[in-house]
């Protein structure tokens, strides 16, 4: 039965990747026609955080999530095929999730390499910071919950809650903002963001890059500790409660 | 009669004050074919649902090889949906490749047999394919597997009349080997060629559960010409054994329950031109036991 999501998943690579790429190479190109006119070939720029570059490999890899996250919502259209395999309903989700899962991290691993790739061919050395664990940890755990939390709150419906998975993008964006308010709005908005992946990857860059800094006043490694604990549980939640029969 | 590989005991569905399926008992034994009519939302497909453990069954039991359904009872029981459902995304033969991964007793020489006899290229994505191709890819797939047990609804749906003589062929080769069919049609001339029992459901109601042979000498026709106007049929119409008379000019048409030979001397006795006994096929059969249910 996984063999639907590995299918599903190679191809959904492809396209994500294929797109990685392209842009990759467009930076390239960039790069190289600003070395060569601007600076002059064998110029040199300052280096960069390694921490930094897992803020794009997060977006990527969520964005990946999203699609990724509807997984087992899709499996209910073909439940005629796929309730009646002989392999148990928790097994065949758990083997959906694990697949899912290695694609989400393949993303984020692959998103990391290329800009990396990217800084080194414009000649800015990318500096191991101390801060590059944590960071890491915090957003591959971010990407993943988000993954585990469209899992959550598509899994039990029909096809158009497929549509939660690009919904899911501004609404967790405005209660992030709302966060900031102060009174009930904000603090209600404060609550809710304690489930939502943006807010947990918000604050780590927020000082520099201008990211608002919902949960700043959480130590980054109990960030990074809960955003791993929240996807394990959505997952885990999204196995469960996952459709067996019809009313 | 073999041990029932499918047993349905007192299967009742209800949405909400709604009764889908009610009290429905059905067995079909290894090396037999039922087949399962009734006009439109008689229950069938509700049926299925809950023998196949879609549905919760609001009362009753079900048996798949003498136990109740498991993730493990799938291994030998194959589903064929009224719509054919497949995965958009995937081609024939990654569909053929699923089921090889899922099913141990999957038999790709029959795949391959089925999808020739049916005439599917395995490189052809399911989105693209017409409604009858779905559901012989639905079919490739469930014979594929060389199951014990087979439940199809509707399963020449949108076929050509070649390949629907191919499904009955198959359920029929199916049922030689000692697999259980049970199946559903809207064409009572496919469950009078391919099974051997029959079940007519109506208001979710089991309204006949019998053999078709017993039902056909069972029920018959006496067909009686006056050479004028019927005469007074003397009370004939309340022998218990008539289910129903007909009159039309100076043609009278009995349906008789049992005892045919006794009607049939009744309406001689009226002096007909000319009497015959005619058997009844099962569509007559099926129309008269719905009309009986509806009156």
């Known amino acids: 039965m996984e063999y639907v ?20 190479l467009g930076a390239l190109y960039l790069a190289h026609e600003a070395l060569l006119h601007v600076h002059g070939s064998g110029a ?7 921490s930094w570059l897992t803020w794009f490999a997060t977006v990527f890899a969520a964005i990946y999530a999203s699609s990724a996250g509807t997984s087992l919502n899709r499996e209910n259209a073909t439940r005629d095929i796929s309730w009646t395999k002989p392999a148990p309903r928790t097994l065949v989700a758990l083997r959906f999730v694990l697949i899912d899962v290695a694609a989400v991290i393949v993303v984020f691993a692959a998103t990391f390499l290329l800009e990396t790739l990217v800084l080194v061919s414009l000649q800015v050395t990318p500096v191991l910071d101390s801060a590059f664990g944590e960071m890491l940890e915090l957003g591959l755990g971010a990407s993943l919950m988000w993954y ?21 993008w501004p609404v967790a964006l405005t209660i992030d903002g709302l966060a900031q308010v102060p009174g009930v709005v904000g603090s209600l908005a404060m609550a809710v963001d304690v ?38 549980l959505f997952c885990a939640v999204a196995v469960t409660i996952w459709p067996r029969k019809e009313a | 009669m073999n041990a029932p590989l499918i047993s349905i005991t007192g299967l009742t569905k209800r ?33 299925f649902k809950c023998l196949l453990g879609f549905a919760k069954t609001s009362a009753g039991t079900i048996a798949i090889e003498g136990a ?16 054919a459902t497949l995965y958009d995304n995937l081609t024939i033969a990654e569909h053929l490749t699923v089921y090889r991964r899922s099913y141990k007793h999957y038999d790709d020489a029959r795949a391959r047999e089925l999808l020739a ?13 017409s409604k009858g191709m779905r559901t012989a890819v ?57 099974a051997d029992s029959v079940a007519i459901m109506n208001k979710g109601r089991l309204i006949v559960n019998s053999v078709i042979d017993e039902l056909k000498t069972g029920e018959k026709i006496i067909e009686a010409v006056f050479a004028g106007p019927i005469p007074n049929l003397n009370g004939l119409a309340n022998d218990p054994n008539i289910l129903r008379i007909e009159q039309v000019g100076s043609t009278l048409r009995a349906v008789t329950r049992e005892d045919s030979d006794a009607i049939a001397q009744r309406i001689f006795a009226l002096h007909p031109r000319s009497i015959r006994t005619i058997d009844l096929n099962l569509e007559e059969i099926f129309m008269n036991a719905v009309s009986r249910d509806q009156a």
Request: aromatic fraction near 6%.
């Open chain 2, 138 to 194: 639905a079919l490739t797939l469930a014979f594929s597997i060389r199951p014990r047990v087979l439940i199809l609804d509707e399963p020449s749906s949108g076929l050509d009349p070649i390949h629907q003589r191919h499904v009955l062929d198959l359920m029929i080769d199916a049922a030689a080997n000692g697999a259980a069919v049970l199946f559903s049609s809207h064409q009572v001339g496919q469950v009078e060629r391919a």
């Open chain 2, 68 to 83: 109740p359904l498991s993730p493990a009872t799938f291994e030998t029981v194959a589903y064929v949906p009224e719509r």
């Open chain 1, 148 to 168: 585990a939390l469209i899992q959550v709150l598509t899994c039990r419906f029909g096809p158009g809650a497929r549509s939660i998975g690009g919904i899911l």
């Open chain 2, 117 to 129: 006899l049916f005439d599917l290229d395995p490189r052809q994505r399911a989105e693209k394919l």
């Open chain 1, 5 to 24: 999501e590995l299918l599903r998943a190679r191809r959904s690579l492809s396209w994500h990747l294929g797109i990685l790429a392209i842009l990759t």
């Open chain 1, 195 to 232: 489930v939502n992946p943006l807010a947990y990857v918000g604050s780590s860059f927020g000082s520099s890059s201008g990211a608002r800094a919902t949960l700043n006043f959480v130590p980054a490694d109990v960030r990074a500790l809960a955003v791993w604990l929240f996807a394990v």
């Open chain 1, 44 to 50: 040199s720029h300052g280096p960069v955080q390694l």
């Open chain 2, 15 to 47: 949405y909400g004050s709604f009764t889908a399926v009610d009290d429905v008992s059905l067995d079909v034994a290894a090396g037999s074919i039922c087949g399962l009519l009734g006009p439109n939302g008689a229950g069938k497909t509700t049926t």
